[in-house]
């Protein structure tokens, strides 16, 4: 069988991203930790981190890590049945997009966290990305817009999200004074969350427009937001993440009626056995709603 | 004279994460921008980009993103004299701790860029992690909370954070019915913004406390603060975020009275220009504010 000394150990290093912050965690000197990893590089005969330009997994040691995380789920289910076995809860590492972070998720997922006891370790991934750390091992579950399922994985829908391309009415006035002409939109300064973020080019196309336009970068939910509200630039957000200042009129559609849904689906491993089951029931009954 | 349409490639490779986006953006085709990278690599006689794990500028490639970024805050001035030079306005690349641009950040500053028609691209970075990447010539400016200046850049104090340790009522009774005893402490899930979040450690020893507690790991400030609010752990949380949670009782301090004290700093290259210099007085005017 596995050392899982040695795994345990790749598993702090990376969690904590470094050898000395690891040794504390684990209670062992530095050195030590960095013996453990050596041991397991010389067993498997090749590196399982790369130390520049940041530390993290290599390939392979993605793969032990995902191991290990569905090991430490296993025992989260044994431990029901055998309680005396009970160590501090493994934390589960789970990819998924900032917007849902910053609206839904987290009441859907607390009664189940608090029940189970069980501690999250969150990654912020747009949205195909994630699903690339899935397949690398590198997380046990995965929030994301694509349907595809990864091999061993299942897929199961978890509703969309409903966005809208919002400003301030003073924005607006500014910016807009006609309407979303082709002039305006080639002057009027965006808000866009990444490279990988395509919705307000999605939005512009289903316009008609086709050119480039200005944008902020701004990869927070929440600062995305707060930029639009301060009047900076319109940009495409979640409807329930401002219900209040839709009401309240602080923010208003640049383009009524127009709104682009964003589907989300839950990946998760086959065999993450009755814990990873049980969340996917929590998320499955509390997924996104918009009434 | 350096070949700038070689740098403007690079440029826009990182900032578009590929070859074929950042064609799409130059209006070149994907081998052309290839094309301009090789050039530039083989005057430079070194890579300027490394391909995997990720696309990203190696040292070299980033010191010239940051003389491009610098160039092109000069330009700007330029332009302001000679209107007809105007291109599309640069981004100008600053990064900040999450916590500002979930509160206070976007206020400060939407004026200035509206006036200047200035883009922004934010980076979020943890506290130390920001200034690095200044060093490195990644970012033209960085907010963070190390006050010891850069080489070439200087530093203004930009008030301060204060942190409250947050919880809501619920929780407060079900996990500290006794108070913050060491045991309650040992067994009561917090959150922790991530490896690099020293907060909790802080406060936990400001209580004497210093053990290992469990924690979720979650990098999004907006994200954070709705774990807290449904009850899922407790965690320092910038009072200027959660004023409403407070007033209504969604939240309160765990330990009252107790508070940590977050400086910021703004760090910004000296030769930066006007643009640079007027952005820094519109910060400085509208810093942080605990009224």
Redesign the interface.
Known sequence: MIDYKLLEALATVV????FE?AGA?LGLSQSAVSQRIRTLEIRLGQPVL?RS?AL?ATPAGQRLLNHVQQVQLLERDLAKSLPTLNE??A?LRIALN?DS??TW???AI?DF??DE?L??????EDQDIGLRRMREGDVAACLCSSPQPVAGARCVPMGSMIYLPLATPEYIRRYFPEGLTETALRDA?AIVFG??DQLQHRFLAQCGFHG?F??????????FV??A????GYGMIPEIQVREELEAGRLTSIATGQQLEVKLYWHFWRHGGGAMDRLTQALQSNRISHR
């Open positions: 969690e904590c991203g470094g912050r965690a790369v330009p993290k501090p809860s934390r900032a972070l910053a998720w987290a009441d607390a966290c608090r006891e501690l999250l370790d969150l990654v912020i300064p490279p990988n480039s200005p944008h902020h970068l701004c990869p927070s939910s929440e600062g707060k930029l509200t301060t009047g900076m």
